[in-house]
């Protein structure tokens, strides 16, 4: 894949890939949100906000 028909999303991901290999101490306090997100999708991203939603609403109503 030539670097003008690269999607701004691969090009993000392989510039982190680049950083972790040339930093790979950086790395030590593990992932992130931005990590979660990137490695989910659009999908992945609703899915889980909608379960944290739910877990929140299902605590407040059994714990209070």
Known sequence: MTEEKETPERKRERMRQEELKGNPSGSIHGSGLPDLVGGLGWKGTG??????????????VFFQ
Do not use: E, Q, R
Not at 47 to 60: A, D, P
């Open 47 to 60: 899915i889980l906000i909608l379960l944290i939603i739910l877990g929140f609403i299902i605590y407040t």
